[in-house]
């Protein structure tokens, strides 16, 4: 079984749009979460950690049920520029392992 | 201030060839990792150094890979023999606190044909 599970998509979404991802991870231990983005034939860059209760940055909102081991990331008013694929990050329980989800492509059309 | 460099930045090679792909991490970052990229396996971590010293290579596919870090600024993963199915991109990525922040910094990444 991975460690952390992604719908891969595409969400094809038009510009305005609300869009949500979810991710699973398969170990109770892990520590901490984070959510990253990778545009096309590009590295991988942080968009946002992921809280226990929730949190928020500008238009993208993360949120973390324990209970369910899932991840979700929240994006309002899709921007054309938001188009990319989005890796669901998990931390392991001493931090040193870094695993990462297959990820979820979105295409934001205009 | 400098990123993560990597190189090279492509290589085609043949089969059976060896190489070897080089890591520059940023100055004062104490941990390293070397992914490999794939479509169909997605992001997968082959080996991690806290202080130059490796940590945990489980993740590296066989004995053909090997990977060194003989100083804070500078790290190598050496594919020999390669094979076709190594066809990949490899990325290198560092972090300054042993991953607590979250954050890992990327290379651009060596893209990486076997023929």
């Known amino acids: 079984r991975k460690e952390v599970e992604q719908d891969p998509g595409p969400f094809n979404v038009p510009e305005g749009a609300t869009v949500a991802f979810n991710c699973t991870y398969s170990n109770s231990a892990s520590q901490s979460f984070f959510w990253y983005r990778q545009d096309c034939r590009k590295e991988p860059k942080l968009l946002m950690s992921v809280y226990s209760s929730g949190n928020e940055d500008g238009r993208f909102t993360a949120q973390l049920n324990r209970a369910s081991q899932y991840i979700s990331l929240l994006i309002r008013d899709s921007k054309l520029s938001d188009s990319a694929t989005y890796l669901c990050v998990v931390n392991s329980a001493n931090f040193n392992k870094f695993y990462f989800g297959s990820g979820t492509k979105l295409n934001v059309k205009p | 201030d400098a990123g993560v460099i990597q190189s090279p930045r492509h290589e085609v090679t043949e089969m059976g060839q060896e190489v070897t792909l080089r890591c520059k991490p940023i100055s004062g970052h104490n941990s390293l990792f070397w992914y490999r990229q794939t479509m169909m396996r997605g992001l997968e971590l082959l080996i991690y150094f806290n202080n130059n010293v490796p940590i945990d290579d489980s993740g590296m596919p066989e004995d053909r890979f090997s990977a060194k870090m003989p100083n804070a600024s500078f790290s190598t993963l050496k594919i020999q023999p390669s094979e076709p199915r190594d066809s990949a991109v490899y990325f290198c990525?560092?972090?300054?606190?042993?991953?607590?922040?979250?954050?890992?910094?990327f290379g651009e990444g060596s893209r990486l044909t076997v023929l």
């Open positions: 990525a560092s972090t300054p606190d042993r991953g607590r922040s979250g954050e890992l910094f």
